[in-house]
């Protein structure tokens, strides 16, 4: 996933637009994906898909034909959706498109402007402090033009047809943890669902920031009553211990799995906020989609966030693993929490001459003997695995595997 | 409010007599104010209205005529509802008349004697040491009597007939924080209230302590099903943190508006306990009128409690202020809370074609932003502004301000 | 209840056997017991009655003949349920069968091995490593043969048919916290039971460890329907604190009752595990019988736990006593909670002219007062006086004192 990481990572990306086309191209060579060109001027929901914004060059260059800052060496030196410029100024006339970082005096800062004509350039303090009065020659050379909004889209069947939906925001230039790090991992985890059983299907949404969850869910209303859950990845290789958000309705199955996967691993769980990434839009009351969102650090909460300081360094190998382990956790908890019914439920069931019981009586039972002394108890045909694995205090894995032990035993059935 | 309670302090309030009549005839000098007569005698629920108790003087003299305890000095040197005495006594035979002060030896204690005929003398444990075998002249020069129990009643209509009693005690004499503080901020919230528009209507009583709503609940029966909740103000200016306590129920309208507003000044929320105010007798189980106590501290948890250091040096021009504040906000609390239905409820509306958004992206959405966010999200009918509020953790002014821009802009529309 | 405890301690118990028929010998000594045997090979639920164990005698002696091993010393010496054995060994032969403490050099282990045939003994490790290499003769002088499992009953009745069940185990050797201490209380509070009117039927039943309870269920299944609860009292005589394990259910009326005492006295209240003692049977599923335990520490939880330092010096007689008064404080709540109605529930009655108020005025009302004001004030039908005592933060005592205060002076009734 590192290596897929930095290979996305220089390419300019906003809510549309070749950068964008690329990113989708790396996870097409990766995993089976279907890519979506939705024209300029569509109308999704209460909103409208915008022009299409590719950018080639920009810079500030001196009088003497000296790039002062250049878009070459930084994609985040343009604030995204910048108008196409072509003139000289004065640093006075200048300044007021000059963005800097407001602690940092050598982090460039990451600006957009989607929805309001507008340009500018982001520097880093050190840059504007050297920049004497005088003359500059400004080029932008973007276009800003009717075209399309692209996304990519990840169908993997299962058993039944209840859909899983998982996104990733691909709308951010070079920044490493936000989101490269969620395109990474979204993209391996495609990879190897396709290699699992599936009781659920699963759909997998590459999609720009905001606009894109509402394009898709403008062009998907007939299908949304199958979507029982889903999750937003984003900044999943940071330093910091994973965290699950919950969705609005906040104690759904896949906030219940989130939460004792991520819980169980020493991260933290949150509650809903109608603040962060596309779970935003998945969330919204007229939808009300339990999507709940699997980061390290939350949008804003690290100090890189949305500055140059968010490169490859901050981000690692190992951490994204976690993070990966973490999301199919998560999702093996959906697929196999069922519930059963104890078969042999008055007085416990004599384990010992079925195999399931030490024979020299000791003081501690040990996590398999008490997983299967809870899930014997707890099988009443009321309480699912996961239910009994939060009563117990125990890991859902571990209630699972005594549940696989007590089916082969003949002392469990499923439930109606 | 100061001066007020500095005027109404020196005044010799008992449940009945002249003392509360004046201090009525203060409070009707501000708001305007219906006067009660009670006949004596009475019978109001499972109790009856006492005879009215009245005192000119009191005082015991040495032999050659010298006051060593004077009614003049301070109005607590005598058991309220004492007898009439005019006899010679030994300081011997005097003494089980006496009353002291537990703990401190230069405070004079608070007694009364309602409901059992008997008579005495509080005096600070210093004059009592001070006292000399001997014969002394006492007088209680009181007259116990029928007559009538007063107390006054401020009614102020609303656009509907739901009411909010608002209560305070004005049976104590001069003790600042308990009482006079509750009469200065009920009046002074009188005033305020004839001065807003107003939803329910409120009606303000001014009683005596427990007899006092014993008989207006048993005067107004019909009325009650009206009373959809209600407050004790009282021991409103010592230096205490606002506290409120819950009503019987518990979780009321008023119980989470006052939880709300006093949670979030800092103050403490404490379980209804049936001990305090007039609050029990509303809080009792045939009435279950959900009546909370906005107080600083409550009854016998300061020190200077029931004795002469309750002086007007106690309270504060600017706590009974903030008393007031919060009162009038737990009101308001009441007044607005409603149910909003988002008008564009699949995803979010598009906030920036309406003036609701900040142009360019940056972290932090801001206290503004986020209540717009919250609002839009959870207005699905089903919850209130102070719902959101509370999940938020947003005050319900910043989330109300949201719900107007809102309702302004056409995305929100009252619910059904 | 130590002498109690003194004199079963030495009888070697097990499963079955003459230890049991001994033991309870002791406790039809002190109350009514009517004596079961179940003959070996009698199917019970998903078990079979084992056949019977008895012991004579037991060692490993040196070649000269010195026992160095000896069951005479310690009944621990021997694993319960040991095949017989007779033969020369090799101390390399023999050493699988030599179980010693994991941790401490000078205790002796208890093992057993009830349901897989086998045989060993324990010995400390100071022994064991005092053993030298040679040939020993081994000798265990038991038999297992087709008898019968013993078992104890007490059956109390009361004004009603539904029955608390109150068991503890006997079939643990010289160990005395786990569980001669159980035997001495349940035996003590079998003595006092019959002494005390009874709203409830009472059924003791002094029974081996599982199979006991086990087989007690199958028979008894006709009469289950009447069993509303009950208690394993265990471990009831060492140092800790006393513990309340809830039920399966976990809020039944046993388990509030045992929270309240056991809370109240500072001792623990644990959720329910499926781990312990007899409680793991009735609370199976399928039987779902809320019994709760009454303990100081639970099974494994002290060092001494199972070995030859659970002996007489780790029980106490006054900390039997007091987890005595426990069970019989958690008894009298399930005996008089009841629901009452306040007879003048509009406004508070007044209790002075009833005796039921202090005369002159104070701050503090007292527990008292208190009580006889949370019980009018809450009883409307709805609230059972534990309610009351759980919500007032008093005694269910306080409470009961107060009710009965009240219904004499015809304040309350009680509700249908």
Not at 110 to 118: D, E, K, P, Q
Not at 145 to 150: C, H, Q
Not at 260 to 267: A, Q
Not at 276 to 298: A, H
Request: glycine content about 10%; some cysteine.
């Amino acid at each position: 996933m590192y290596a897929f990481a930095s290979r996305v990572f220089p390419l300019c990306r906003s809510i549309t637009g070749n950068g964008v086309r690329e990113t989708l191209g790396e996870v097409a060579g990766r995993i089976p994906l279907e890519i979506h060109e939705v024209p300029s001027g569509t109308q999704v929901l209460d909103w409208t898909v915008p022009e299409e914004w590719n950018i080639r060059d920009a810079y500030i260059a001196t009088a003497d034909g000296r790039r002062v800052v250049d878009f070459g060496e930084s994609n985040l030196h343009v604030v995204s959706y910048s108008d196409h410029v072509r003139q000289d100024m004065t640093l006075e006339d200048l300044r007021p498109h000059l963005h800097v970082h407001a602690e940092r005096p050598d982090w460039i800062p990451y600006r957009t402007s989607y929805y309001t004509r507008s340009w500018g350039f982001c520097l880093s303090r050190n840059q504007l402090d050297a920049l004497e009065a005088g003359t500059y020659e400004v080029v932008i050379d973007s276009t800003l033009a009717p075209g399309a909004l692209t996304y990519g889209e990840c169908f993997l069947p299962g058993q039944n047809e209840d859909e899983i939906v998982l996104t990733t925001h691909v709308c951010h230039p070079s920044l490493a943890n936000d989101n490269v790090s969620g395109i990474a991992v979204l993209t391996e985890l495609g990879a190897a669902l396709a290699g699992l059983p599936r009781r659920f299907s699963y759909r997998l949404l590459f999609i720009p920031g905001t606009i894109g969850s509402i394009t898709w869910l403008a062009r998907n209303e007939g299908r949304l009553s199958r979507v029982i859950g889903g999750l937003v990845i984003a900044c999943a290789g940071d330093s910091a211990p994973l965290s699950y958000k919950r969705s609005r309705r906040g104690e759904t199955p896949v906030d219940r799995a989130g939460a004792h996967v991520v819980g169980r691993s020493g991260g933290r769980i949150l509650d809903f906020v109608p603040w962060g990434w596309d779970e935003r839009q998945f969330n919204s009351p007229g939808f009300d989609i339990p999507v709940g969102c699997l980061t390290r650090s939350l949008e804003g909460e690290f100090p890189e966030y949305h500055s140059s300081a968010d490169d490859l360094d901050l981000i690692s190998a190992d951490r994204l693993e976690t993070a990966l382990q973490a999301t199919l956790e998560i999702l093996d908890v959906l697929e196999h929490d069922r519930t059963y019914r104890n078969l042999s439920p008055r007085g416990e069931p004599q384990l010992g001459k079925r195999g399931l019981y030490r024979g020299l009586g000791g003081p501690d039972p040990g996590t398999e003997q008490l997983a299967i002394l809870w899930v014997l108890n707890q099988s009443d045909g009321s309480h699912t695995l996961l239910d009994i694995a939060e009563r117990s205090g125990l890991a859902f894995s571990d209630i699972r595997r005594a549940s696989d032990a007590l089916l082969e035993a003949g002392l469990l059935a499923g439930a109606p």
